[in-house]
């Protein structure tokens, strides 16, 4: 999934890379790397809280067997 940080940063690459200016072309580039890793933090977070949900589950199901 391409983050809105993502897209921000493509298009200030770009625009740095029409106007010639290293700087906003190293800018943009940065701030696709932060989308990227908003993303995968969130992918992570995502899991662990689907593992959490899974353990809440198995403990409450172990709980009505005994």
């Not at 809105?4 to 940063?9: C, I, N, Q, R």
């Not at 800018?27 to 890793?37: F, P, S």
């Amino acid at each position: 999934m391409v983050d809105k940080d993502e897209l921000k940063g493509k298009a200030t690459e770009i625009k740095g890379k029409v106007t010639q200016d290293e700087s906003e072309e190293l800018k943009g580039k940065a701030q696709q790397e932060l989308g990227k890793i908003k993303d995968k933090v969130k992918e992570a977070a995502d899991d662990v809280a689907e593992k959490v949900n899974d353990f809440v589950d198995d403990l409450k199901d172990k709980d009505k067997k005994e």
